[in-house]
């Protein structure tokens, strides 16, 4: 389980470029952490793109940079970059629908 801090970003809809928000925070438990881990294994086995990974937002504990939340939505999604599984977070913020998303991590540096 590992709590992380990672640089968001926005892109508001029709903008052409992302902006940084600053830091978001949250926690990836067990349940979420081996959800990430099939996805990569499956995206290792199908060559499919990405894998869509549904959150609980209860056990999240999300903490979005002020003006950037709440969120109406989240996933992790999940894909790989030279084989090994990265993961980073995607929502729309509940105001105005604008995509926010983190930084990647890579799976298989979260603490067991």
């Given at each position: 389980m590992s709590t992380l801090t990672i640089e968001g970003w926005?892109?508001?809809s029709?903008?052409?470029k992302s902006t940084p928000v600053g830091e978001i925070h949250f926690f990836v438990d067990g349940p979420l952490q081996l959800r990430l881990e099939q996805a990569e294994e499956r995206l290792q086995?199908?060559?499919e793109r990405e894998a869509m990974v549904d959150v609980d937002m209860s056990s999240l504990d999300l903490?979005?940079?002020e003006g950037y939340g709440p969120l109406s939505d989240c996933q992790m999604r999940v894909y790989l970059h030279d084989e090994r599984g990265q993961f980073h977070?995607?929502?729309h913020r509940a105001s105005d629908g604008s995509l926010i998303y983190s930084n990647a991590v890579?799976?298989?540096q979260l603490l067991q």
């Open positions: 926005c892109k508001v029709g903008a052409q086995k199908t060559h903490i979005m940079p977070l995607v929502g890579l799976i298989d």
